[in-house]
C-alpha cells in the first residue's frame, strides 16, 4: 500500500513538522531557563511524541518511494 499518492505534499509535511519540533526545542530550552520545569517537561513529552509521528511519515515516504522504483523496475525486488 503506498502511504501518500502526493509525495511532494508529504515532504512540505516533514519540513512542517520539522520546523514545529525545532520550535518545541527551543520552548522546552526557555522554560527550563526560567526554572519552569513542569512546562518543560511538558514540551519534552510533546517532542517525543512529535519525533515519533515524524519517524512515522519519513518511513512511510521512504517505503511509498521503493515501491515506486520497483514498479517501474528500476530497483530489484531483493538484495543479493
Not at 500500500?1 to 527551543?26: E, N, Q, S
Amino acid at each position: 500500500r503506498v502511504c501518500c499518492k502526493r509525495p511532494h505534499l508529504v515532504r512540505f509535511d516533514i519540513a512542517y513538522r520539522l520546523r514545529l519540533l525545532h520550535r518545541r526545542l527551543l520552548l522546552m530550552k526557555e522554560a527550563a531557563k526560567n526554572l519552569d520545569f513542569l512546562q518543560a517537561a511538558q514540551y519534552r513529552d510533546e517532542i517525543i511524541r512529535m519525533q515519533k509521528e515524524l519517524e512515522l511519515k519519513v518511513s512511510c515516504q521512504v517505503r511509498s518511494q521503493v515501491l515506486r522504483l520497483r514498479r517501474f523496475g528500476l530497483l530489484a525486488d531483493r538484495v543479493a
